[in-house]
């Protein structure tokens, strides 16, 4: 199976199970709202009343923002003002994973995504379980059956990619920078310590690919080869990965293209609107939550086309196997 | 390529040197010095003779001098111990033998009635430090009677520290300041001659210097001054020779890799002045922006004060990590700027405004900054905070994302504008409270009390004064002090003295809280409410006139109440601005006196009120509290609820990469 044609395959298994996107946005959006809604209270008891309040519409004036950092608590102090644009919120988020700085938020906000790390393996176990499944239709029932089903493997795998992340970011990435910083040494350029740095980030995203690769293919592998133990999925995954690393690396930057494109589109859009009116103000809700569900889209996507390619992978092998005997 | 710049520049500067003749300073202590700079062994080897003249009014028979760079000779220098204290690893950056010191070979006088080989002797007036030699004093053979001069000779050696703060090097970039023995200020009939502390160096006389330096042939010097002479010496050396009168400092920097830019500021108004730019190879994009700021620099604070005396001004980009950026010698000033920078910064501009702000209050207003620094730091801030909102306009925030050591990918948030003062308050409100203007800069309790008070508090002290004095007015005051304390050395009841000379009124209880009280100063609206008017009930009015009513009167349909407060220590008289719903307004003064205060009216019922309403103090350390709608809307808080719920949505999303 070719790049293009286990991307067309796989976006036409997310188009079919598209309801599978309402569930997990819907999901996602009651979790988030759960602390967004005593947030949203506390900020209005804040600025509900102050002179000014309507220049917040607009953005978050400087001055505004450091003179709420006097009394600000708890989770107001995670407002800050790179939102206000339209790509602060997603640099915020991506520069996370070159960082792996996720406590920066506080522990409170950690533990929330610790949690929705486990919901989102559930998920993964139904949606993987689906796309692997001959049968096109969407059934709530199956989905849920099959994250039931597969959640052991999925969050046994979630957790083997959370120390695999861990020792990326607390041992290998300092000691990439302090390699890095003595090459840089004394010298007096800026320009080419900002070289060495970006060359140090390029190395760690190219690990953060290759971790990612090889655990969603080990999550495809668990479910459609029905292996009883997630480790030894992952030793077939990178196998795997070896054997066809032009297709399966190829595959994963087109879908990566795909995200960015997101990324790219979603935040210039969200920066053109400004909420100045009501109107504004719900338009601007509206694109934010649909950006949410293409996102969701696209992270189904990569599962899809990682399954249907290695389907194709596995019954071509098969269909050789068979014709040797 | 460099060297047909240099000729150029320096056929334009000698041009320069015979317009400027005749600066109006007083001669108290010129300077001929001969140096030759050893890069091999970070040393800089001068003969330096003194012409010092006495220009108090009894004798003295004693002679101080400041020996900086032995502030880095040990680890228990005044500076060093300072320094340790407040920056944490400080000591760091001098252990692979990065010390410096400044050594005196010998030294002679010869006056009107002696010739002599003097004895120097290391002082402590400042804290009896046994460790620290950064001051030193000779006794001569007679006095120097009042109006008389004395000739000083001196060898020294000064050796230079690795990235230390403000002097030394780094690789084989060189910037070499408060490098020669440098004679202290005779004022009062005593010498004041402060040992070198973390925070603060600058008080000298002014006079001519007429330097020599000696260095090999690939080095780019920049000195202050101009450059008047340049010899290719046998040795594969060069000597440049710089020359400039009326001026209280002298300070230099050599480096192969320097890149030169002059050009020259022009305006209808003021002098023309050359500018030479010596900057980093990968800095060549700021070119502009160097230039920029200083023709701002130059042009507004020539307008709103004085004109920029000299003929010319050297810029150095300083290297990275050297300690030599952001700092200020007369002539020449040192900027930074990084490889990449976010609009939103309004970098290098910033920087360079403010030290080149300095050219004016150091360079011109030569005040005691080891005891005054706020007439140093202060006015600089806040002149740099004007011309930057005049020239500029606001900024905005900015980040670095993926933040390595100030590298890393830099990125404005346009919708977060930024005022020049908002950074000043921001800072000046966490630390306001510690401590007061008026104190030497070294006994502050730690760095942020001495910012506050050197930098933020002065600042915003005077920007209120402005606000509250008004253009016209304000106007008049600026340019009184600065020209008649042009070359000069103010104390803080000479600029006092002239705000009260223009001020409608005495000033003094507005200074004597300034200078002398910690604190900040925060007022803010608690509590609004508009009720219905109580019916008129009972009896009005005496002897016939008297009436039984039950209605509900002619005057007031609501009766409203403000509640105003005293959230700081610091008390200064405000404004409020009530508005109603029908569109009216009421203007109150308080006195701010009282701890809370609750203001009364009658009519419609109110819309908004506000303290200071016109934001002229800026000294409130909280703005946000000075205005309240009596209603509350929920606009807002659902725009940045809706906002954060989609950043934390976005997050989920993010980490479920890891799922
Ligand atoms: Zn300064």
């Known amino acids: 199976m070719k790049i293009r044609d286990a991307f067309r395959h796989g976006l036409s298994l997310v188009n079919h199970h598209r309801k599978m996107i309402g569930i997990i946005y819907l999901v996602n959006l009651c979790f988030a709202l759960i602390v967004a809604a005593p947030l949203f209270t506390l900020f209005h008891s804040r600025v509900g009343s102050l002179v000014g309040r309507d220049e917040l519409l607009t953005g978050l004036p400087y001055s505004w923002w450091s003179a709420l950092q006097i009394d600000a608590r708890g989770l107001e102090n995670t407002i800050r003002p790179s939102l206000s644009g339209g790509f602060g919120p997603l640099i915020d988020n991506l520069e996370l994973l070159l960082t792996g700085q996720f406590q920066l938020y506080g522990w409170f906000v950690f533990s929330l995504i610790v949690g929705y790390l486990f919901i989102a393996a559930f998920f993964n176990g139904g949606a993987i379980a689906l796309f692997a499944d001959e049968r096109r239709s969407f059934s709530a029932g199956r989905f849920f059956s099959y994250a039931g089903t597969y959640f052991h493997h999925m969050a046994a795998l979630a957790v083997t990619t959370v120390a695999l992340f861990a020792l990326l970011y607390k041992v290998i990435n300092p000691a990439i920078f302090s390699l890095l910083d003595r090459i840089v040494g004394d010298s007096l350029s800026q320009s080419f310590a900002w070289i060495v740095h970006f060359i140090g980030y390029l190395f760690i995203l190219t690990i953060v690919f290759l971790i990612t690769l090889i655990l969603d293919y080990a999550k495809v592998i668990v479910i459609s080869e029905k292996k009883n133990s997630s480790w030894a999925s992952i030793g077939l995954a990178a196998a795997f990965i070896f054997r066809s690393f032009g297709k399966t690396v190829g595959l994963n930057v087109l879908l990566a293209f795909l995200a960015i494109a997101l990324v790219l589109g979603g935040g210039l859009l969200m920066s053109i609107i400004t909420p100045s009116n009501l109107l504004l103000l719900v338009g601007s809700f509206i694109v934010q939550q649909l950006f949410i569900a293409a996102k969701i889209a696209v992270r189904l996507t990569f599962y899809a086309s990682e399954t249907a390619l290695y389907q194709a992978h596995a019954a071509a092998r098969t269909m050789v196997k068979k014709r040797k005997r | ?659």
Request: glycine letters at 6%; a negative charge; one cysteine or more.
């Open chain 2, 1 to 659: 390529m460099n060297k047909i710049v240099s000729i150029l520049f320096l056929v334009v500067v000698l041009s320069g040197l015979a317009s400027a003749q005749g600066l109006p300073c007083e001669k108290v202590a010129s300077y001929k010095i001969d140096a030759t700079l050893d890069p091999l062994q970070k040393t800089v080897a001068g003969v330096a003779v003194l012409t010092w003249k006495n220009i108090g009014t009894a004798p003295t028979s004693e002679l101080w001098f400041h020996l900086y760079l032995n502030a880095f000779k040990n680890s228990k220098s005044t500076f060093l111990t300072e320094s340790a204290r407040h920056y944490a690893d400080f000591l760091a950056r001098f252990a692979d033998d990065g010390w410096g010191f400044c050594d005196v070979l010998s030294m002679s006088a010869s006056g009107e009635l002696f010739e002599a080989d003097l004895e120097p002797r290391f002082m402590r007036p400042d804290d009896g430090n046994a460790d620290d030699e950064t001051v030193l004093k000779v006794d001569l053979p007679a006095a120097i009677a009042p109006g008389k001069t004395v000739t000083v000779k001196i060898d020294f050696l000064s050796r230079l520290p690795h990235r230390a703060p403000r002097s030394g090097y780094r690789g084989d970039y060189f910037f070499v300041a408060q490098w020669f023995p440098k004679i202290g200020v005779w004022t009062d009939n005593e010498w004041n001659c402060h040992q070198y502390h973390a925070h603060s160096e600058f008080f000298s006389d002014y006079g001519d210097y007429d330097v020599r330096l000696t260095v090999p042939s690939q080095f780019i010097v920049g000195a202050c001054g101009v450059m008047t002479d340049s010899t290719a010496n046998s040795d594969n050396s060069v000597t440049v020779r710089y020359q400039q009168e009326c001026i209280h400092d002298f300070a230099w920097t050599a480096y192969p890799h320097y890149k030169i830019a002059i050009r020259t500021f022009e305006h209808p108004e003021l002098p023309a002045v050359t500018m030479k730019l010596l900057y980093q190879p990968d800095h060549k994009r700021y070119v502009d922006d160097f230039f920029g700021a200083t023709e701002n620099t130059l042009k507004y604070l020539g307008l709103w004060y004085v004109p920029y005396p000299y003929s010319h001004i050297t810029i150095v980009d300083a290297a990275c990590k050297s300690g030599a950026a952001g700092m200020e010698y007369p002539t020449l000033f040192t900027t930074s700027v990084d490889w990449l920078t976010a609009r939103g910064s309004q970098e290098p501009a910033g920087l360079t405004v403010h030290e080149c702000a300095h050219q004016f209050f150091y360079g011109l207003i030569a005040s005691n900054e080891f005891e005054n620094a706020w007439l140093d730091e202060g006015f600089t801030t806040y002149a740099t905070s004007r011309c930057m909102n005049t020239a500029y306009g606001p900024g905005a925030y900015h980040k670095i994302y993926l933040n390595r050591d100030g590298l890393g990918i830099p990125w404005t948030v346009s919708k977060s504008e930024k005022d020049q003062r908002d950074w000043i308050v921001e800072n000046h409100r966490a630390r306001g409270s510690r401590d007061v203007m008026n104190k030497c800069s070294w006994d502050y309790v730690d760095r942020l009390a001495y910012r506050n008070n050197a930098y933020e508090k002065p600042a915003l002290m005077l920007w209120t004064l402005e606000n509250s004095l008004g253009e016209a007015v304000w106007t008049e005051i600026m340019h009184a002090y600065t020209s008649r304390w042009s070359f000069k050395h103010p104390r803080p009841q000479d600029f006092i003295d002239i705000v009260n000379e223009f001020a409608p009124e005495n000033m003094d209880w507005f200074f004597d809280k300034m200078l002398n009280e910690a604190g900040v100063v925060d007022y803010a609206v608690t509590h609004i409410e508009s009720n219905a008017a109580v019916k008129r009930k009972g009896y009005f009015g005496v002897g016939d006139g008297r009436e039984l009513k039950d209605d509900d009167g002619e005057d007031a349909t609501f009766e409203s109440q403000v509640h105003v407060e005293r959230l700081g220590d610091i008390q200064l008289p405000v404004e409020l601005l009530v508005t109603f719903e029908n569109g009216e307004t009421a203007a109150n003064v308080w006195s701010g006196e009282e701890p809370v205060k609750i203001f009364y009216f009658r009519g419609a019922q109110i819309e908004k009120a506000e303290i200071d309403p016109y934001h002229k103090v800026w000294l409130d350390a909280n703005p946000l509290n000075n205005g309240k709608y009596r209603r509350a809307d929920g606009f807002a808080s659902f725009r940045w609820g809706t906002t954060w719920l989609f950043w934390l949505q976005d997050l989920f999303e993010l980490i479920a990469v890891f799922s």
